[in-house]
Structure formats: structure tokens, C-alpha cells
């Protein structure tokens, strides 16, 4: 199990393109925080388990998604307003993954619980349902992965510039 939950660092990691048709997006990942949103690796076809949109999985999760977009419609920061748009907006580009990617750097273990990226003009968003076979993710996890990832459609990225918001920031302030 633990070698093939390395394969799609040691993929991501290398740069290799593993497939004609995969086209690798830049990696995102944050490193100092091991309780926050890792960005997961980028997928590869060694991805454990398909991802599966957000309606596939449970009601509960889809309607807890949507009323994330409504309550933040009315938030007092015009960011967090901008991001109940773009929430809105990608919901349907939403996916599941049944667990967290595995990313090993040096003696560290990071859980990549989230993923956003851009191919062919489409956003993908990726939030993990789980860390792994023992631990589970809460809902209140899922949406400020939501929040996090979402803002990077917005053009977040993870290290606050200025004033501009970072991801961080909007999964945090827009609580
Ligand atoms: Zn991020």
C-alpha cells in the first residue's frame, strides 16, 4: 500500500509524463502546515480509486456544498461574497477522492487533502473525503478545503501577496 501511495509523488515529483494524453499541472503544495489544506499531487493514472463528483457521493455532502455558497452570499467580506460566486460557479467541476494523496518529504508525511487546477480552460477541484483508512475528514474539513481550493480559481495562491488574499486566507477568514 505504501508503495503505491508513493507513486504519484515520485510521478509528480520527477516531472515524468506518464501518459501522451496527461497533461501534468504545476504542483502546488504547502509544507509548513501539516494540520492545514496540503494540495494533493497532481493526478496520475496510480491514483487510488477514480474521484467521484460530488453527487455520487453522498446528500448530505452535494447539499452542504451548496449551502456553503449560500452562506457565504451573504458575508460581511466582499472576498468571501466573491468566492460564494465561484464556489456556485464550480460546483458541478467538483470531485471526490476517497482519501488523501500521500506526499513523503524527507521524515515528513503530508496529506494532500485538496487539488485545483486548470486543463483545457476546466477547473478541476478535488477534496478528499478521508486521510486515510482510519482517519475520516469532517464536513466542516471538506468545505474549508472547498473554500481553499476554490479560491485558487480566483487566483489565490498559497503565500499571501500584499493584500491580495491567499488561499489560506480565504478558507480561514471566510469561516
Ligand atoms: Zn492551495
Redesign the pocket.
Known sequence: MRALLLLPFLAACAHVQTTETLVEPEP?F?LTRATL???APPPTPYDIGAPVTLMEVSRSEASAFKAEAVRLQSHSEPNCRQLADAISAHLDDVKMYDRALIRYVGSYKFYGV?H?YESDGKWMIRIARRLDELNSRSLVDELRTLR??T??TLG???WRIGEEW???DYAERCR
Open positions: 502546488l504547502e489544506d496540503i494540495d485538496g485545483s481553499h481550493e479560491s485558487h489565490a495562491g498559497e491567499s488561499a489560506y
